[in-house]
């Protein structure tokens, strides 16, 4: 709620309903398993609540998305029947469920700790913004999941061939996720302040599938007005 750029974002009206509302539709499209909205402040957990879904209160001090899914999921399974759970922001409200569904594919290897999505970069706009977060990974013999080696803000690798942009969706499994929280900040996560290399800098490994294209996230009005009218054709 306190979005310095769309100051709140999460109740943030889209054709009638607030944001989190299309987020939460989005999730139980993917039908992967149960879903709740991790959040901070009263108002979004009303919102969720009076159109029958699920919310968890938690600490508003939390230093990462990863920790609130932490917090969350200790509520909600303490007892830790859940063995996988998805990371999904709640400013992604076009993002179709088939997509959390793919995050899902490189736990199939049982030695990758978290899964998350990376799409083709296809302008140079996308390419050179230090917003875009570039995923330094090789989907060789057209295979459409492949380890990841490094994330960064900065156009890599080198030379010719794909650029891959990240996607901040993470499947993690359940041990990964508390040992990831558990872990100090790290030196390159500070230096690009990008949470996901913690994982790698601690010798976890992380995994993408490959999906056609980014969904935007909703971080300004004039991305909020695109959001408006995506979902008003739909």
Known sequence: MASTRLPGKPLADICGRAMILHVLDRALEADIGPVAVACSEQEVADAVRSAGGVAVMTDPSLPSGSDRVHAALSVLDPQGRHDVVVNFQGDLPTMPGVMLRAALSPLSDPTVDIA???APITTDEERHAPSVVKAVCAFDGGRAVA???YFS?????WGEGPHWHHIGVYAYRRVALARYVSLPSSPLQMRENLEQLRALEA???IACARVEFAPF????????????AELGRK
């Open 203 to 205: 010798g976890m490994r």
């Open 217 to 228: 996230g909703v971080d300004t009005p004039a991305d909020l007005e695109r959001a408006r």
């Open 147 to 149: 380890p990841a080696l």
């Open 153 to 157: 803000r900065a156009l890599v690798p």
């Open 116 to 118: 998350t999505l990376v």
